[in-house]
């Protein structure tokens, strides 16, 4: 399961984050080799930050948790990155920056799951 951290983000409402949240899951959603069909395939964190100094000039992505898989390739990855990053960008404008890192997964590196 993708899961999908984001640092940085201005303070915003409940609706606008309902509304990152959809996009988000839109955007990965949109990429079949994903694998994912709607949000309960993704975990999707809105981190708080500790400093408010300059919250919102930048905003950063990781995306984990992404297992390794062959249809999985760098021009799929990237594909993830652009969709992802132009969702939150487009949602917060003013922002001078917005980057995406799409860090993939291999399980045998250590992993655990309730749901196995």
């Known amino acids: 399961m993708p899961v999908i951290k984001i640092y ?5 409402t409940e609706e606008k984050l309902t509304g990152l949240y959809r996009s988000i899951v839109h ?3 949109s990429i079949p080799e994903i694998g994912v069909s709607d949000k309960k395939d993704i975990s ?8 408010k100094y300059g919250l919102g000039t930048e905003i950063i992505v990781e995306i ?3 297992y390794e898989r062959p ?4 021009e799929v990855r990237n594909k993830l990155a652009t969709n992802i990053g ?3 960008h487009s949602l917060y404008p003013s922002t001078e920056l917005v980057e995406c890192f799409v860090f993939p997964f ?11």
């Open 86 to 88: 132009e969702a939150v």
């Open 106 to 116: 291999n399980p045998t590196q250590g992993f655990w799951s309730s749901r196995q």
């Open 64 to 66: 984990t948790g992404l």
């Open 8 to 12: 940085c983000l201005p303070e915003s």
């Open 27 to 29: 955007a990965v959603a």
């Open 71 to 74: 249809e999985r390739t760098e």
């Open 44 to 51: 999707c964190l809105f981190i708080p930050d500790m400093m």
